[in-house]
């Protein structure tokens, strides 16, 4: 029978008063909840160890009131002190953004800690998140909410034996932490992976959140978020991704997905522990936004339109647009990318949909050379999978992009030797490492012959030339030949340094896997405990270390163990008795190690690659003195940074000449030619593509993006 | 990720901020803008040569990395000023000695100190 089967049954069994078979109820959860005529009742585990139903109590109070009695249901807290048996260790501050104590129970001894947050609402709003996350499945500390007129505080158990998850982070943690991400998103709790939010008990191995503060409506310090910053949409789908990349970096979106499944099916219940009318608003709004993650986009209709281009917009459009982005440019947001752009593709129906044709009308197009052939691979985001990219791309809201070094707009890569679909063509493999290698990632289009296309390099001419004159372009070209001499001095310069230490790192026995395992691996903290890790095994550790740099471990007697190593006069002696009393910890919340073997594993450090490094130095700085070559490229780039300065001081001179007779907007947009602003520049002209030749250049292939401004007139190849 | 390491990908990520005089609300100390707008041209011609991050340069990397890390610190400062309702425009307008408190503000919340101002 399935989980939400025997919820159900048990408890119309409990509403009609009819006894449950004990095996249904030990399949319970405790703090499930069901609503029903107005009452909420809620699985609680009875003195007998088995859990049953129970009604929550009925206090009188307001609709608007919270009855923090329900949520304290949740929790194991009924051997919580009574306020009067509860003393401060004042010795002890646990940190923390608002202060934690922790107390005692003065009868038991047992300890808690104890917080207050910044204001009787921010604690309040504490404890709703950890019940929150108590529904969700995600593990909190056994807390009591204690309300009075005078206090307002958190009791919860405090746990002796943690290490904070960060310190000793590795997949398996990160899967099991990150198996609640969309929770955290969806409480907003921003800081759930930073410090020591996260720790490990060391008991029985799994992760906590302890420091819940910053959920929901509060930051961790207290302060209000704003109904900007804590909305309808959870945009911390995205924010947290990016925010905690070495905890969120194994998340997929299949993980997402069925996170967000999970978190659907109880929104009832979510709901049902937020009385605040509010916040329970927001939080059905959140709800949806995560479900409409989930829902599948409709096919496209097929349809032909073509929005008439070419012509320049006239100053009032210009305006138009400008206004509508608040003046701002490079104002972008998640739908549609730069808004400007956005604008001008608004005004000329170019964030119209695509036409998309069947593979044999795609292949004759194809064949007609005057086509363009392009590919567009996509990856999939914590806020959306690759998929869901394509269909928007084909038959969604018109995203222009929010990056894009050769211009605004939406990349693809040109296929100049059409009909081949292989890594050996540099368009396909392009798109390709775009679609993250997932080949089915990858939409096909057709740049027709009747689209305006115009190449960079004329761009940035005709940029020049209206903002500038010609007598700004033949300088700036002059300009950009001295600093080309420049860079390909520093590459050479560069190339003759990497050689060196190429070899002086070969010669000396420099071992970067070894390296690697030092710097990461912590040996001093894993082995720490002599008493749990024998010295035997460390010094196995040590040796598979020690022989991979050609060094040497010599046994002198039962205890004794003399290191050396080849680039140094210097040996360390791993003494076991040393080891035994070696145990340190800086308090009682940092991880312990052990002192030898950290004075071991600088020692290896400082001998063995400090050593390396200072020799590498050592040889670069010896033979750049005395070498013809490096001199000739040092004084060739003295040269031209010379020109470059007394050239620059010519151009700007032009610039500033060349920007008294423009309007501001295209005045913003002069001011940074040669990036982004192409995009908008060639928008205003009416020009539906921009191509960028020798774009990423590696093993000499030359590679050459088409830059969409007109989404409407792409012909897209059906997929699947 | 492979696509993460696309140069392009990477470099588009910053590449607003690298020609900027001033990168940032927060007064980092440092030689701006990375990278001249009259160089910029050519600084995209040679990143173009590399497909990936990895392959670039030493020096091309190192402007790279300076501006994501600018970029990290600023993206936190102008949500930080968000939840503490105050625009960017009325941040530019406050006094020398109120700015520097709210700065403060802001890297000890995030548990960082004032050396992250020299990039």
């Known amino acids: 029978m399935s989980n939400t089967l025997i919820k159900s049954k048990t408890f119309a069994n409990f509403i009609s008063g009819i006894p449950n078979d004990v095996s249904l109820l030990k399949s319970l959860t405790v703090g499930d909840t069901k609503v029903m005529n107005g009452a909420t009742y809620i699985v609680k585990m009875t003195p007998s160890g088995v859990p049953d139903w129970r009604k929550l109590k009925a206090d009188g109070t307001d609709d608007d009131e919270v009855d923090y009695e329900k949520l304290n249901n949740l929790f194991d807290n009924t051997d919580f002190p009574d306020v009067s048996d509860i003393k401060v260790n004042t010795s002890v501050n646990l940190g923390g953004s608002t202060g934690a104590q922790l107390v005692e129970n003065k009868k038991t001894g047992e300890k808690f800690v104890l917080k207050k947050g910044a204001s009787v609402g921010h604690v309040q709003e504490e404890f709703l998140t950890n019940s929150l996350y108590k529904l969700l499945g995600a593990r909190v500390p056994e807390m009591k909410l204690y309300t009075s007129s005078t206090s307002t505080f958190i009791l919860s158990k405090f746990m002796e034996n943690t290490t904070p998850a960060n310190h000793v982070l590795d997949d398996v943690l990160r899967e099991e932490i990150t198996e609640h991400f969309v929770a955290d998103c969806l409480l907003a709790n921003w800081d759930a992976y930073k410090n020591d939010n996260i720790l490990i008990n060391d008991d029985d191995g799994f992760a906590i959140r302890v420091d819940n503060g910053g959920g929901l409506r509060y930051s961790a310090q207290g302060r209000t978020k704003g109904s900007t910053n804590f909305g309808g949409n959870v945009d911390e789908l995205v924010s947290m991704m990016l925010n905690n990349k070495n905890m969120t970096s194994g998340i997929t979106q299949d993980m997402i997905k069925e996170q967000i499944q999970e978190i659907v099916k109880i929104q009832d219940d979510i709901l049902n522990l937020i009385e605040d009318f509010d916040l329970k608003d927001i939080m059905r709004q959140r709800i949806q936004f995560l479900e409409s993650k989930i829902v599948s986009p409709q096919a496209a209709p097929s349809k032909k339109k073509f929005v008439a281009s070419g012509k320049e917009l006239t100053e009032k459009q210009l305006e138009d647009c400008f206004h509508a982005v608040g003046g701002d440019i490079e104002k972008k947001d998640n739908k549609n990318g730069w808004l400007f752009l956005h604008e001008i593709a608004k005004l000329r129906g170019a964030d119209d949909i695509p036409e998309v044709v069947g593979v044999k009308k795609f292949n004759n197009l194809i064949a007609d050379k005057s086509n363009i052939l392009v590919h567009r691979g996509l990856t999939g985001t914590s806020n959306s999978t690759a998929r869901q990219y394509m269909d928007e791309f084909v038959a969604g809201e018109c995203f222009l992009g929010n990056v894009g070094i050769y211009g605004a707009g939406i990349y693809g890569a040109v296929n100049k030797e059409r009909g081949n679909y292989t890594k050996s063509n540099p368009a396909w493999e392009t798109a390709l490492s775009y679609a993250n290698y997932e080949e089915e990632h990858i939409v096909d289009f057709i740049i027709p012959k009747n689209a305006k296309v115009i190449d960079t390099e004329k761009i940035d001419e005709m940029m020049q030339e209206e903002f500038f004159g010609k007598e700004f372009a033949k300088k700036k070209s002059e300009l950009d030949e001295e600093v080309r001499n420049m860079y390909e001095m520093k590459n050479k310069i560069e190339d003759f340094e990497k050689a060196i230490e190429t070899q002086v790192k070969s010669d000396m026995g420099w071992n970067e896997k070894t390296y690697d395992v030092l710097l990461r691996s912590r040996p001093e903290a894993v082995y720490a405990d002599t008493d749990k890790h024998p010295f035997s095994k460390a010094l196995n550790y040590f040796e598979v270390v020690t022989k991979s740099l050609n060094g040497k471990i010599t046994k002198l007697d039962e205890h004794n163990f003399e290191v050396s190593l080849p680039n140094s006069r210097n040996t360390f002696i791993l003494n076991s008795h040393a080891a035994d009393i070696a145990l340190k910890q800086k308090n009682e919340f940092s991880v312990p190690y052990n002192f030898h073997y950290q004075q071991f594993k600088k020692f290896i450090l400082n001998n063995h690659y400090k050593g390396i490094e200072k020799k590498v130095n050592e040889r670069i700085t010896e033979e750049k003195a005395n070498n013809a070559d490096i001199l000739k490229y040092k004084d060739s780039m003295i040269e031209s940074d010379r020109k470059v300065k007394s050239i620059s001081k010519e151009v700007n001179d032009l610039k500033t000449n060349g920007n008294k007779t423009m309007n501001k907007i295209m005045s913003a947009i002069a001011s940074r030619p040669n990036g982004e602003y192409r995009g908008f520049y060639a928008a205003i002209k009416g020009y539906d593509v921009m191509i960028q030749e020798k774009a990423h250049r590696n093993s000499g292939d030359d590679k050459t993006f088409a830059i969409i401004l007109n989404r409407s007139k792409l012909i897209i190849k059906k997929y699947e | ?119």
Not at chain 2, 1 to 11: A, C, G
Not at chain 2, 42 to 65: C, R
Not at chain 2, 72 to 90: G, N, T
Request: glycine share 2%; proline share 5%; no cysteine.
């Open chain 2, 1 to 119: 990720m492979e696509y993460k390491n696309l140069t392009s990908v990477r470099v588009g990520e910053i590449s607003l901020l690298l020609t900027e005089a001033t990168p940032s609300l927060i007064p980092f100390k440092g030689d701006f803008p990375l990278v001249p707008q009259l160089e910029y041209k050519v600084f995209l011609e040679e990143i173009s040569k590399s497909d990936y991050f990895d392959e670039l340069p030493k020096f091309l990397k190192e402007i790279v990395l300076k501006a994501e890390q600018i970029k990290m610190y600023d993206d936190s400062f102008k949500a930080y000023l968000k939840d503490m309702d105050i625009s960017k425009k009325e941040f530019k307008s406050k006094n020398p000695v109120t700015k520097l408190d709210i700065l403060y503000d802001w890297l000890f919340s995030n548990q960082l100190d004032i050396g992250i101002l020299d990039l």
